[in-house]
């Protein structure tokens, strides 16, 4: 069983960055697949980024070239560093963990592990 504790979100605006950081309760976070989803009020929750234990990335397209996932270089660590920053990315920010290799699809199946949230506000 692994708890995923998410932190780092707050309110900014339109073109800024925040760093959001996900912190696991295993030293072996590195074997799993790890993933950014983010959920705005009346919309499905959708993944935002994902990295794999070899450290290979993918990214939704609304995201790509303005979010960077990374893995830290404590075992149990990983972040999301969000720039460029806009309205629409509005949302509750989970981090999630699936065992095995990664499921490449934006959506929540094969994550067995979530966080509680991260708030991310960005105002026009």
């Known amino acids: 069983q692994i708890q995923l504790a998410e932190s780092g979100g707050g309110s900014v605006q339109a073109g800024g960055s925040l760093r959001l950081s996900c912190a696991a309760s295993?030293?072996?976070?590195?074997?799993?697949?790890a993933a950014w989803f983010r959920q705005a009020p009346g919309k499905e929750r959708v993944r935002v980024a994902l990295?794999?234990?070899?450290?290979?990335?993918n990214y939704n397209d609304a995201v790509k070239g303005r979010f960077t996932i990374s893995r830290g270089n404590a075992k149990n660590t990983m972040y999301l560093q969000m720039n460029s920053l806009k309205p629409e990315d509005t949302a509750m920010y989970y981090c999630?963990?699936?065992?095995?290799?990664?499921?490449?699809?934006?959506?929540?199946?094969?994550?067995?592990?979530w966080g509680q949230g991260t708030q991310v506000t960005v105002s026009s």
């Open positions: 999630a963990a699936a065992g095995g290799q990664c499921i490449y699809g934006l959506q929540e199946i094969g994550y067995a592990y």
């Open positions: 295993v030293s072996t976070y590195r074997e799993y697949c």
């Open positions: 990295i794999d234990k070899y450290g290979r990335t």
